[in-house]
Every structure is written in structure tokens, then in C-alpha cells.
T-cell receptor, first 113, second 112 residues
């Protein structure tokens, strides 16, 4: 039972354009969401997060949008840069009574110069 | 600033052998986690700990054991290695609720 889904295994975008990575979840109890970026042979690094009390969080070129009614979140990268080429994972958690995160399967982003 | 350190980076085991994957963090985080990542898959939680002396099972604990005798260290033990345990293992630490986790660079384990 995949509670967090990233249905696009890969995405290619031209440098300077917007990258949109999507994530869907099934558990309505999730109330905290994160995006991680992973380069080859390295561990994931935290990118941006959002609490369920918000519908948008922005940090520089990165913005995460949360649509609770659709159980959907997205990560927007504007403008995309070649250094953004990596695998992006979304993760979700229920913050009350647990410290566990459920990860999606990842989307490989390639930014073309 | 080391963060989360995992050793070894690579290891090849024979079926039935045992080994311990080491994980240490220097951020004084109470929460520590072990994940495995299989090709094309997300990270699956094996075990986690909310403090020294406290551990609990994650999604895929079978075939593994953990201990947490200090805040800094969270070793993962494979007792009887099986080919299904071939994977990349990541250790992470965090401050707790609504806080991101910090990951090590992983241990790539092959069991032949």
C-alpha cells in the first residue's frame, strides 16, 4: 500500500524554465510534508517543508504547494538550473504520536543546459 | 561539521554472514532512523529510535536488529544475510516532530 506516490519517474526541463514535481498521498492524517533532493552516491538532503495548516511555502527558487482536498502537493523550481538535476523525494508524516516519515519513490529531474 | 557518518560505504557479504552497519551523528539529535532504498523505490523505514535505550520497528524490520546505547550511535545489525537484503542503507537523525531529517551518505550492501 503506497501511501505516498510520485507517479512521474522522470522529468526533463530546459534551463531557466519552471520544473514542477508532483506528489499524491492517500492518508488524510498526514499533516507535515517535506521534499528532499538526492544526488548520486549521496544521502538525501532536505529542501523544503510544509505544514498542513498552510497551502504554500516558499524558499528562494523553491515553492511547495499543498492541496489538502486533493491530497496533492507539488514542488516548483523557478528558474531551473543544471545543478538542480537530481532525484527528488516527497515525504509525509503524522506528527502526533509518531516520528515516522513515509517516502515516495522519487522523480529524477534533468535540467538541460 | 560531520553530521551523520555511516561506515562502511560499500560491503559485499556472502549469504548467511552477519555484519553491523555503523551510524554516528554529532548533532545531539534524539531521533535516529535506518532506511533501505531498493532500485527504483523510495526509502523504506527499517527501525527508528527516539532516544538512548528506546527503539521501535519500522515498515521492514525483518532480518535486522538495532540498539541505541548512546545518543550518538545507532548501529544496524544483519544476523543472517540474505540476497533480499541487497540494498543501499541510509541512516538519518532529526530533532523530532515537524523537523527534517539529516541523512548520511549511505552504505551500499551486496549479498551474494
Amino acid at each position: 500500500d503506497q501511501q505516498v506516490k510520485q507517479n512521474s519517474p522522470s522529468l526533463s526541463v530546459q534551463e531557466g524554465r519552471i520544473s514542477i514535481l508532483n506528489c499524491d498521498y492517500t492518508n488524510s492524517m498526514f499533516d507535515y510534508f517535506l521534499w528532499y533532493k538526492k544526488y548520486p552516491a549521496e544521502g538525501p538532503t532536505f529542501l523544503i517543508s510544509i505544514s498542513s495548516i498552510k497551502d504554500k511555502n516558499e524558499d528562494g527558487r523553491f515553492t511547495v504547494f499543498l492541496n489538502k482536498s486533493a491530497k496533492h502537493l507539488s514542488l516548483h523550481i523557478v528558474p531551473s538550473q543544471p545543478g538542480d538535476s537530481a532525484v527528488y523525494f516527497c515525504a509525509a508524516s503524522v506528527t502526533s504520536g509518531t516520528y515516522k516519515y513515509i517516502f515516495g519513490t522519487g522523480t529524477r529531474l534533468k535540467v538541460l543546459a | 561539521n560531520a553530521g551523520v557518518t555511516q561506515t562502511p560505504k560499500f560491503r559485499i557479504l556472502k549469504i548467511g554472514q552477519s555484519m553491523t552497519l555503523q551510524c554516528a551523528q554529532d548533532m545531539n539529535h534524539n531521533y535516529m532512523y535506518w532506511y533501505r532504498q531498493d532500485p527504483g523505490m523510495g526509502l523504506k523505514l527499517i527501525y527508528y529510535s527516539v532516544g538512548a535505550g528506546i527503539t521501535d520497528k519500522g515498515e521492514v524490520p525483518n532480518g535486522y536488529n538495532v540498539s541505541r546505547s548512546t545518543t550518538e550511535d545507532f548501529p544496524l545489525r544483519l544476523e543472517l544475510a540474505a540476497p533480499s537484503q541487497t540494498s543501499v542503507y541510509f541512516c538519518a537523525s532529526g530533532q523530532g516532530l515537524n523537523q527534517p531529517q539529516h541523512f548520511g551518505d549511505g552504505t551500499r550492501l551486496s549479498i551474494l
